[in-house]
């Protein structure tokens, strides 16, 4: 036999055994703890929703499936550090419409790509923005309220989660759609903008419904329209934007992704727990409470994820791009 028809064989054989030993690992998995990064501040959305469905997917899984809060630069630095980890499965990340749409577009050097760096697991939740303000602020409606802002200008102090979060992102299409340039008051994460605005420091937010209803419902702010297509059953008596005639109507998601580089496998055991999670009435229920909504079952699975991704890539970066010029 010629020396080099030996060398092809060993190579062939040690490819199959490649691929037998990552069989038997996917098999095993999850054979420990998996640590899922919210790249945001605990209490946000993200880390809400987060809690909720993981906390039935590691029921469904059998292993322990702990929360780590990496908090910065508008999901950046928790994102990066998910984009760097070991593609073994262990190590996932709970994105949100900022760190994959929003940081691309405004933060220089990112060191993620949102497509190329990461495989999508799916969907975990769908959440309308709530325009809220603080309880004391001078307007009964929205009306009443976009005069007030078209009134007085940069004179309104505007709250958000930082450049590029779900906060940011929800006002900067309010704000566009009725023409108005409120002073922007940035935080570390939508909570802490939540705690000022509820203290009185600044004087309104957009942010979605799973951060803000509790808040709503207890009367600590004051809620004027929702982005919903209607009226959400948590919070019955906030009006749609619509039905002051603003056409101001959009959806802040959340959803699971892993590493490049995870095995199909292990992103198929991932996938099914995610659905089987969402189709539990306990995590239905609570989301429901919080005024979210869970994904059609068509719009769970890896491949469709992936392509909503994409496509809010497309749609949402013209606007960040203008508004990061200031045009």
């Known amino acids: ?57 590691s029921k469904i899984l059998g292993q322990s499936i702990v929360i780590e809060n990496v908090s910065g630069a508008g999901g950046t630095v928790g994102s990066a550090r998910v984009a760097a980890a070991a593609p073994d499965g262990y190590t996932l990340l709970a994105a949100a419409m900022g760190s994959h749409v929003a940081a691309p577009v405004l933060t220089p050097n990112l060191k993620y790509d949102p497509v190329a760096d990461f495989v999508p697991i799916g969907f975990t939740a769908h959440s309308p923005a709530i325009i809220i303000a603080r309880k004391d602020f001078p307007a009964n409606d929205l009306k009443e309220f ?9 004179a309104v102090k505007q709250a958000h989660g930082g450049i590029g979060a779900s906060s940011h992102m929800a006002c900067l299409l309010f704000t566009a759609e009725i023409g108005v340039k409120p002073a922007l008051v940035a935080y570390r994460g939508s909570a802490p903008a939540l705690n000022d605005l509820v203290g009185g420091h600044v004087d309104f937010m957009c942010e979605q419904s799973v951060s803000v209803a509790e808040s709503v ?22 009006p749609t934007a619509k039905e002051a005639g603003i056409n101001y109507e959009m959806s802040v998601w959340a959803g699971l992704f892993a590493p490049k580089g995870v095995s199909p496998e292990i992103i198929a055991r991932l996938s099914d727990a995610l659905d089987r999670a969402l189709d539990e009435a306990v995590v239905r229920e609570r989301i429901a409470q919080l005024g979210g909504s869970i994904p059609a079952k068509d719009e769970r699975n890896p491949a469709a994820f992936d392509r909503f991704v994409r496509s809010e890539i497309a749609r949402w970066s013209p606007i960040l791009a203008a508004a990061g010029t200031g045009k």
Do not use: H
Not at 146 to 154: E, K, M
Not at 225 to 233: D, I, N, V
């Open 1 to 57: 036999m010629k020396p080099g028809t030996c060398i092809w064989k060993a190579f062939a054989v040690a490819m199959l055994l490649v691929g037998f030993v990552g069989s038997v690992r996917a098999q095993d998995y999850p054979s420990r703890a998996i640590t899922v990064v919210v790249p945001f501040p605990p209490g946000g959305a993200s880390d809400v929703v987060a809690r909720i469905v993981t906390n039935q997917m």
């Open 146 to 154: 976009v005069a007030s802002l078209r009134q007085r200008g940069d």
């Open 217 to 238: 419902l207890a009367g600590s702010v004051k809620a004027f329209a929702a982005s919903a297509a209607k009226r959400l059953e948590t919070l019955p008596n906030v």
